[in-house]
């Protein structure tokens, strides 16, 4: 069992190089492992000493001084601990990957307030609590199924953060969308929150850069099966995509518009398509380099069985259409 206040120790030497320059700057340089923000916490509350004395972000240093830091982490999230189940992919030291089943809210808010991925975390690993949002560092929406990387440690979290942010993280998706595509593509459109739902996201001229890339995986007669790639992550990022090129994804209750049904559908693909009540969107693979080794972690979830039956459906809907047409 983790200490749920783990204390962190470190020491360097400031280069003479850095003579003149702001504390805070040189010490990022010494500590890349830690956040900016968080080492400006630590240096106004007395836990990162020059020379043993403590001294203000801003002011500057003359090279050769020895930086000490020695800082506790102390609790950020509240949420209490549940025994729920995970499914554990991979697991060290400095991480967890799971993949997360359909329903099952990330962060608890309004409306969850606990039964959420964060309390199952916490309980697994009571020192997920002293990390920003209990080691989280993406999410998926609710009804999104698949593969979630979350840190164990605060230099895991801010390496792991730095690697969205530079793109270097692969993330991979398998949805089953509206309409029968010829090809693949990418869809790069600014996003941002909805003029008037709040509760949307949009493409919106003047949103958050966007992008998307996406090939056919399977075609159906009306459907098809798309392997997606996100470049950016933006909140419901390949579902308003996929909407706003009128390829909604199938079951998607905010996007996805009125049930469309294939011309003589079979009756298991009706009955799979109306009983399809969350988006068929699932996160397969997850690549990136480890935080702290720098080898490549790569890993999938396999896809969930109510998307496999959507599948399967599908599938035998246009089999025997292929047969209808040949008689």
Request: charged share 25%.
């Amino acid at each position: 069992m983790s200490d749920p206040n783990p204390e962190f120790s470190r020491q360097a030497a400031v280069p003479d190089s850095a003579a003149g320059r702001r504390f805070d700057a040189v010490l990022a340089e010494l500590f890349p492992e830690f956040s900016r923000s968080r080492l400006a916490e630590w240096i106004k509350s007395g836990q990162v000493l020059l020379d043993g004395v403590q001294v203000r972000p801003r002011d500057p240093v003359r090279g050769g001084e020895v930086v000490s830091l020695r800082a506790v982490q102390q609790t950020q999230t509240h949420a209490q601990p549940q025994d729920i189940p995970l499914d554990v992919l991979y697991e060290d030291e400095h991480l967890f990957v799971i993949d997360k089943p359909a329903g099952l809210v990330v962060h608890p808010g309004a409306g969850n307030p606990d039964g959420t991925l964060v309390n199952a975390l916490l309980h697994r690993d009571p020192a997920l609590a002293a990390l920003p949002r209990a080691g989280i560092v993406h999410r998926l929406d609710k009804d999104t199924s698949g593969v979630m990387v979350v840190a164990r440690t605060l230099p895991a979290q801010t390496a792991l953060v730095e690697q969205l942010a530079a793109r270097d993280v692969h993330r991979q998706y398998l949805a089953v969308v509206v309409g029968a595509l010829v090809s693949g593509g990418t869809a790069d459109a600014p996003i941002d929150r909805h003029p008037r739902d709040r509760l949307k996201m949009a493409v919106r001229e003047d949103g958050r850069d966007a992008v998307t890339h996406y090939r056919l995986r399977e075609r159906f007669r009306a459907h098809t099966a798309l392997e997606c790639r996100l470049e950016t992550g933006r909140t419901h990022q390949i579902r308003v995509h996929m909407a706003h090129l009128k390829h909604p994804i199938v079951g998607d209750p905010v996007y996805g518009g009125a049930l469309k049904l294939p011309k003589g559908a079979t009756e298991a693909l009706v009955a799979a398509l109306r009983g399809f009540r969350r988006q068929a969107l699932h996160a397969e693979t997850l690549q990136f380099a480890h935080p702290v080794t720098g080898e490549p972690v790569s890993a999938s979830a396999p896809v969930p069985q109510d998307m496999l039956q959507l599948l399967a459906a599908l599938r035998e809907d246009s089999r025997l259409a292929a047969e209808r047409e040949r008689r």
